[in-house]
């Protein structure tokens, strides 16, 4: 049975940092693709970013380039976000989601939540002063 079981987020600073993790359980990870989502107060649910383990292709949304970063420690069965340069805006309740590689076969194009099978629970970030 495949789960994900998160922990990490909290309260930091805007400009902090912080990682989200999430520990997956009864899937392999080359079969695999990875997305966190997050869906802000008022807002719908959105891809922050996705990963497709065996070729290690990723895909980011526009507003998080160059300040998170999606990993995954397969010996661990863990799954990473690290997030740096923290901005009020992207407060938010994150999820990991997992779903057979199969479903994404364009990591741009299908970091969306209705090719994502497996959710965990979800995991409040706020940014603020």
Request: charged share 15%; net charge negative; glycine share 8%.
């Amino acid at each position: 049975e495949v789960q994900l079981a998160q922990s990490g987020g909290g309260w930091v600073q805007p400009g902090g940092s912080l990682r989200l993790s999430c520990a997956a359980s009864g899937f392999n990870f080359d079969s695999y693709a990875i997305g966190w989502f997050r869906q802000a107060p008022g807002k719908e649910l959105e891809g922050v970013s996705c990963l497709t383990t065996p070729n290690t292709n990723t895909y980011y949304i526009n507003s998080v380039k160059d300040r998170f970063h999606i990993s995954t420690d397969n010996a661990q069965n863990m799954v990473y976000l690290d997030m740096y340069s923290l901005k009020p805006e992207d407060t938010a309740v994150y999820y990991c989601a997992a779903t057979p590689i199969s479903w994404v076969t364009n990591v741009k194009l299908h970091c969306t939540i209705d090719k994502f099978q497996h959710w965990g629970q979800g995991t409040q970030v706020t940014v603020s002063s």
